[in-house]
Every structure is written in structure tokens, then in C-alpha cells.
T-cell receptor, first 113, second 111 residues
Framework: NAGVTQTPKFRILKIGQSMTLQCTQD?????MYWYRQDPGMGLKLIYY???????DKGEVPNGYNVSRSTTEDFPLRLELAAPSQTSVYFC????????????FGPGTRLTVL | QKEVEQDPGPLSVPEGAIVSLNCTYS??????FMWYRQYSRKGPELLMY????GNKEDGRFTAQVDKSSKYISLFIRDSQPSDSATYLC???????????FGTGTRLQVFP
């Protein structure tokens, strides 16, 4: 998965609990992304970062927070989990060479009950 | 209207068939076009990447872009059961770091 590690692979949360989804890369890329994927809905961008200390909202940021203190790590935080956040979450990197391509991690499958 | 439209399928074909997967889009500024393959419970992997109009071939896979019609296609020749996956189209404009994805087409190739 192009040097992108995501943990955990699976998680079940109760409504109102919080958790952090981890994303780590070893390729020294500046641009990193968090997407969620719901059945039949494609990939929706939650947050992205263009470098350490810089983050910005994507299409569906509500209910999530991110930080980027290092180039390697881009954690996604859920503060008050809701059933609507049941989804598969993917972290991705952007490689600018060759016109720009995104490479995805293996995903975290989250269920909120 | 969504920026990118993709038939969700599922598309079920026999082994050896030629498969055609398609996306239409509305934003004429898109100029980079990608196809990702996603196996069940895995992350999307980049399969084909093209710039502007034209064809690109890689083994059994051919990506075709028609910017005048705002239409892109992925053809799979001699389809195999191992091609069974969801195929997502994606595209970007001059800001190549921002991708817009289709919803994906689920393909099943049966022996």
C-alpha cells in the first residue's frame, strides 16, 4: 500500500466514544488525505494536509479533527462517535511526480453502535 | 448534477469477455484521469493514469478519454476472475492534488 500504514484495521465504538485513527507514511510525502467510503457513495474527502502544521477541510469534515505535527503522521480524531460515522476510512498520499497521483492505505473499518 | 457519474453495476461477465467501464463528467477543466481498482476489504490501487484525450494501453487494460464528450472508459480484454473488483474512476484539473471520484462500478467475472 505504497508505504502507508493505517491502524487499527477494525474498530467498534459505542455512540459518544472517541478514538483516533492512525496514518503513518515512510515516503516523506507532504500531501496526505483522509477519505471515508460508504457503500455506493464513492470516496469523500474529510481533511487533507499539505505539510507538517498545515491542515484543511475537505468535503465532509464535520465530526472529525486532524493534526499534522510531523511529515510522517496524520491522525484522524473522532470526538463523539455517531452511527453516521460508520464507514471505511482511507488515508492517502499524493505523489506530485508524473502529473500527480494518490496512493491509498489499507483502510480502517469503523462501526459505531 | 454530480461532477462525476459512474454506473454502480454490478456488472457480471463470463471469463474471457471484454469489459467496458465508463464515467461521465461535467467539469471541462478536468485533464488528468485515473482508474483505481479496489478489491473487497482493501484500499484502492492505481490501475491506469492518463492525461488529456486519447488512449493508453497496459497489458489487458486500455484507458480511453474523450474530452469533447466528457467521457472516459476502461476496457478490460480477456477478463479473468481475478479482475473481480470495484473500479473507481477519478479525475482532477490543474490542482492535481484534488481528486474527484466516481462512486465505483462493481465487476464480477465468473469462470
Amino acid at each position: 500500500n505504497a508505504g502507508v500504514t493505517q491502524t487499527p484495521k477494525f474498530r467498534i465504538l459505542k455512540i459518544g466514544q472517541s478514538m483516533t485513527l492512525q496514518c503513518t507514511q515512510d515516503m516523506n510525502h507532504n500531501y496526505m488525505y483522509w477519505y471515508r467510503q460508504d457503500p455506493g457513495m464513492g470516496l469523500k474527502l474529510i481533511y487533507y494536509s499539505v505539510g507538517a502544521g498545515i491542515t484543511d477541510k475537505g468535503e465532509v469534515p464535520n465530526g472529525y479533527n486532524v493534526s499534522r505535527s510531523t511529515t510522517e503522521d496524520f491522525p484522524l480524531r473522532l470526538e463523539l462517535a455517531a452511527p453516521s460515522q460508520t464507514s471505511v476510512y482511507f488515508c492517502a498520499l499524493y505523489a506530485a511526480s508524473g502529473g500527480g497521483k494518490q496512493f491509498f492505505g489499507p483502510g480502517t473499518r469503523l462501526t459505531v453502535l | 448534477q454530480k461532477e462525476v457519474e459512474q454506473d454502480p453495476g454490478p456488472l457480471s461477465v463470463p471469463e474471457g469477455a471484454i469489459v467496458s467501464l465508463n464515467c461521465t463528467y461535467s467539469n471541462s477543466a478536468f485533464q488528468y484521469f485515473m482508474w483505481y481498482r479496489q478489491y473487497s476489504r482493501k484500499g484502492p490501487e492505481l490501475l491506469m493514469y492518463t492525461y488529456s484525450s486519447g488512449n493508453k494501453e497496459d497489458g489487458r487494460f486500455t484507458a480511453q478519454v474523450d474530452k469533447s464528450s466528457k467521457y472516459i472508459s476502461l476496457f478490460i480484454r480477456d477478463s479473468q476472475p481475478s479482475d473481480s473488483a470495484t473500479y473507481l474512476c477519478a479525475m482532477s484539473g490543474t490542482n492535481t492534488d484534488k481528486l474527484i471520484f466516481g462512486t465505483g462500478t462493481r465487476l464480477q467475472v465468473f469462470p
